[in-house]
């Protein structure tokens, strides 16, 4: 069952005047007698109710005083009460007072009922003894069965009055964001109310294969220069006839006024068939009455759940600190590197433009003069290893404070690690020497993992992100390691297990970043399009940047949502950048006018703009076949044209380093790579030119628009990278104040004669050229070695790849959930090795004949690794029982994956493996460990298959490890579900 909403606040919103509505509140005047309760009120047990004369400052006439001493009862509240109010179920309410009273006096107002029991509750105002204050309750009832009554009470020993209660209908509210009553206060058009899978329950699906379809709800009052927030969940992409090249249904939810969205609140959004969340923010400059607007695109299907509406903060910080590079990696410099840098430099950036700025650093206050947005800074910069707090205050023209920040500059010391810096113009250096990522998101398909990541050097790559354990393994390959870190840490009520795995992740980073092989960490991809909150993944970058502040943390987005959202998450990355894949074209996977390969450079300037130009850009691009992702027809790859222009489109734009991402998940295509490896070899040739200093002052001048150019110097020769950004052939010619006689085309080997210090070349469409005034290209960039390590994961035949995934039927979508499995074995007489192979999302104990043997119980290890543990003296031959209880850690899908290989004396090789003749439960049973127990119906049931190894989402993106049972049974196990 969802949960109720109770949205409480201290504000009436705008819209129809409550006042002209019937108050539900009999004798709301306090007409009456003496200091006798009125008529129709009623008082507790505890302290003193009386009618008064109204203090003044109200229009009201009476009031009634209640007062609560000492002396009285310190547990019972001293209230005054009206019963039998004529409310209604599921309409909204507005409960409204003013009250007047001693200084600390706490108030508190409330509508209950006592059959369903609910009480709705407002926010405690505290009395400041000099003027009369407004109370507030928004409030509504899902049923409605003994009339509810209001109550105003005091929670300490005080004394205040009461006056002007109103209890009225309210329909500027917005509501039934659940859809849990049905299509109350909405307007359906192509809609219906459906059922769900827990946890959703009644949802909305809006359905037109002909056309759109849309809901809406009216008459929502806003203030001004207030902001809002509407929140919701969104599921779409089911209909696969009717998606985009992506699989997508496209759909929005906007506030509207007169039928148009708000500006800034309009852009469409992509859905998938799992549940995401979204949201919005806007601030109008006037108040006004809006409408709610769900809408779909185009034919198809999409659903909403759990939509709400509330006021909010602005997301923009009012005040930045913003350091320039060398400096913005994590906030620091390091030794011997930085030794010379005289200064800290920077930007205060922000919601608010000062009339000025100070700046504490190194024990003393700076004025910071000017009245720009951002406004830039120069601090002298520290030398010695230490953690250096900077704080910063901006102030309006009175000198009033406005707004702070403040950050922790850090002075590393020099190590024997190896160290990954940046320079000022973001070019990576490693251990002081310049380099250029080539990456790959791992590499799937059906040869040995080895092959596979010899194939990708062989094609020019140099670097892959990889799990943790498979550092080595990438580095036998020829490959430096972009290891895969926690994005957040594990949400727990447990102190003890907080700690016991900050202990566990300090000592996996702690070997990880003495190992030379590793050059960056990777926290989180597209946090921000699948709504995850930012503050956990900014928490877990600063706790593993505690531990290694040398190598930089890589964070990728999805080529959605704005600047100022995309920012929260960038502050948790020392290098950041955008996946875009817009192969064919026009491509849906932009979410930008340009839907050509040009986007490709457009997501390059806004992640750019992200970052503030103060960080790494390295960019993700397509490696894959949309079609070939989606089993469609026709598979189109990019060409190698197509792949040359989208890396050079990058690069001129200003990234400093490119992934692609796609081995990592549909079905192999060497032939793809072999191809795609043409590009990446020439950006190897190249490098020395990529890594070179970019010329503060462009020697070519292009004549037109379409060609776009990166000029660099090495030594004393230029190079420049030109782009034609266009479909069409162009003519185009280049002229500067002074050029040599020729100008060379060092990738061919030919040159162009110059004539009046210009000359003329043609491009066709896409074209990528380069230039210099040397024939030869600069020596490739200088790879620092890759230590010849034997590999520490383990790396066998792929059992697992038999074995299904795995759950209690209809629940792998139920956030925590936990089942309970039981499967009875036989080991054969000639079994010489038995082999249990095991992994959950997210958590599982397994036992064999009711003992513990193996668990992934403290999030060390996740889904993306199968823990191998060799079982052979625990299983004699003849019958076992394998039982597993495994737990969802909040965030579905849930499920599990296991095999039992066995080994024979003839090597015959026979498998177990999770299916439906796993019994599931969600029923713990209290001997369920027993060996005579018997699992049997209705709480024991075939287990529901949910796909095999490699299917969606969790794709081929398990390794095998050894199993580590060092900490067997000590770990806590996530607690079950609250029901």
């Known amino acids: 069952m969802k949960k109720f909403l109770l949205l409480t606040s201290m504000m009436i919103l705008a819209g129809t005047p409550l006042a002209a509505q019937e108050n539900l509140l009999k004798n709301p005047e306090f007409e009456g007698t003496g200091e006798a309760l009125p008529t129709h009120w009623g008082k507790g047990p505890v302290g003193k109710v009386r009618r008064i004369p109204a203090p003044p400052g109200t229009n009201a006439k009476f009031a009634i005083e209640i007062t609560k001493t000492a002396a009285d009862d310190p547990k019972p509240f001293a209230y005054a009460i009206q019963a039998n109010l004529d409310i209604k179920k ?183 068939p799992n549940w995401q969340q979204k949201k919005l923010t806007f601030k109008l400059d006037q108040d006004a009455v809006i409408d709610i607007v769900g809408e779909l695109k185009s034919p198809g299907t999409v659903r909403f759940d759990n939509i709400t509406f509330q ?14 590079p060398p400096c913005s990696h994590g906030n620091s410099i390091f030794l011997p590197d930085h030794e010379n840098l005289k200064q800290v430099t920077g930007i205060l950036a922000g919601e608010v433009t000062a009339a000025k700025y100070t700046i504490e650093f190194l024990g003393k206050k700076h004025d910071v003069k000017g009245l720009q947005n951002p406004q ?133 980073i702690t070997r990880a970043s003495e190992n030379p092989n590793v050059i960056a960490y990777f926290n989180i991809d597209e946090p921000c399009w699948n709504g995850r909150p930012y503050e956990p993944i900014q928490e877990a970058y600063h706790f593993i940047k505690s531990i290694d502040p040398y190598h930089p943390m890589y964070l990728n987005e999805a080529p959605r949502s704005t600047v100022e959202d995309l920012r929260h998450y960038a502050a948790a990355s020392d290098a950041y950048g955008v996946d875009i894949y817009p192969i064919p074209s026009p491509n849906a996977h932009s979410d930008l006018p340009d839907k050509t390969m040009t986007s490709v450079g457009k997501y390059t300037d806004i992640s750019d703009e992200v970052v503030r130009s103060r960080k790494p850009v390295w960019m993700t691009l397509q490696g894959f076949s949309w079609n070939g992702l989606r089993s469609r027809e026709p598979i189109i790859y990019p060409s190698h044209e197509q792949n040359r222009f989208m890396a050079y489109n990058s690069i001129v734009h200003g990234a400093t380093g490119l992934f692609y991402w796609g081995f990592n998940w549909t079905t192999e295509n060497w032939t793809f790579i072999e191809e795609l490896g043409r590009t990446i070899r020439e950006l190897r040739d190249i490098s020395g030119i990529l890594v070179a200093r970019t010329l503060e002052k462009p020697l070519l001048k292009p004549s037109a628009d379409t060609i776009n150019t990166l000029q660099k ?94 759950w209690f039927k209809d629940k792998n979508k139920a956030a925590s959930h936990q089942t309970f499995f039981i499967r009875d074995i036989a ?153």
């Not at 903060?313 to 005040?319: N, V």
């Not at 004669?753 to 491009?763: I, P």
């Not at 076992?880 to 994956?897: K, N, S, T, V, Y």
Request: aromatic content about 10%; hydrophobic content about 35%; some cysteine.
């Open 90 to 272: 599921i309409q909204n309410y507005t409960y409204t007072a003013q009250i007047f009273g001693t200084k600390g006096t706490e108030v508190e107002i409330y509508v209950e009922a006592n059959n369903p029991g609910r009480t709705c509750m407002s926010q405690t105002v505290v009395c400041d003894g000099e003027s009369w204050l407004p109370i507030s309750l928004d409030f509504y009832f899902p049923e409605v069965i003994t009339k509810p009554y209001a109550v105003v009470r005091l929670r300490k020993p005080g004394t205040f009055a009461f006056a002007n209660p109103k209890i009225v209908p309210d329909n500027t509210k917005f509501g039934n964001g659940s859809f849990d009553f049905g299509e109350y206060k909405w307007i359906f058009d192509h809609a219906s109310i459906v059922e769900a899978p827990e946890p959703y329950g009644s949802v909305v699906e809006l359905k037109n294969l002909n056309g759109s379809a849309s809901i809406k709800q009216t008459g929502i009052a806003v203030k001004a220069n207030q902001h809002y927030k509407i929140t919701y969940e969104a599921s779409g992409g089911t209909d696969k006839q009717y998606t985009d090249v992506q699989g997508a249904t496209w759909f929005r939810i906007t506030p509207q006024i007169n039928g148009k969205p708000i500006p800034g609140t309009e852009i469409w959004r992509d859905s998938f």
């Open 311 to 324: 006021p909010c903060k602005s997301e923009i910080p009012p005040l930045e600190i913003v350091l320039d």
């Open 376 to 508: 830039p800074f120069a601090l002298d910069c520290p030398k010695k290893p230490g953690k250096y707090p900077m704080a910063a205050t901006a102030f309006d023209q009175n000198g009033k404070a406005i707004a702070t920040a403040s950050l922790e500059f850090a002075v590393h010391p020099p190590t024997p690690k190896r160290k990954v810096t940046f320079r000022d113009d973001r070019i990576m250096l490693i251990d002081g020497q310049p380099f250029f990522p080539l990456g790959i998101w791992s590499v799937q398909g059906s040869i040995p993992l080895e092959e596979r990541l010899k194939r990708m050097v062989d094609a020019g790559f140099n670097m892959g992100k990889c799990p943790i354990q498979l550092i080595d393994t990438y580095a036998k390959a020829g490959l430096y390691a972009v290891a895969s870190v926690p994005p957040s840490l594990p949400t727990t009520d447990s102190p003890e297990r907080l700690e016991s795995w900050k202990k566990k992740w300090t000592w996996i």
């Open 713 to 806: 110097y090495v030594g004393n020769d230029i190079y420049v990278i030109a782009i034609n950004e266009s479909d069409q052939v162009v003519k185009a010619t280049f002229s500067a104040t002074k050029l040599p006689a020729a100008i060379h085309l060092p990738l061919d080997g030919t040159q162009i004669k110059t004539s009046n210090n210009a000359f003329t070349d043609d491009f066709k469409p896409y074209d990528v050229k380069i230039y210099s005034t040397t024939p030869k290209l600069p020596p490739p960039q200088q790879k620092p070695p890759i230590p010849a390590t034997q590999p520490q994961s383990y790396l066998k035949q792929d059992d697992f790849s038999f074995a299904n995934w795995i």
């Open 827 to 979: 080991i054969p007489k000639n079994a010489k090795k038995v082999e249990l192979q095991i992994t959950a999302d997210d958590h599982f104990q397994a036992f064999i004949d009711g003992k513990l043997v193996l668990e992934h119980a403290d999030g060390i290890r996740g889904h993306n690794t199968i823990s191998v543990l060799d079982i052979t003296k625990q299983v004699a031959p003849g019958k076992h029982r394998i039982q597993i209880h495994a737990a969802d850690g909040g965030q579905p899908p849930c499920a599990m994956l296991y095999v039992v290989g066995i080994t024979t004396t003839d090597n015959e090789i026979i498998r177990i493996v999770s299916d439906d003749q796993t019994l599931a439960s969600e029923t713990k049973d209290a001997n369920w460990l027993k060996s005579d127990f018997v699992p049997v119906a209705p709480n024991w049931t075939p287990a529901a298959i949910l796909g095999k190894y490699g299917s969606a989402p969790w794709g081929h993106n398990a390794y095998p490890e050894p199993a580590d049972t060092t900490d067997l049974g000590k770990e806590p196990f996530p607690p079950p579900p609250k029901k």
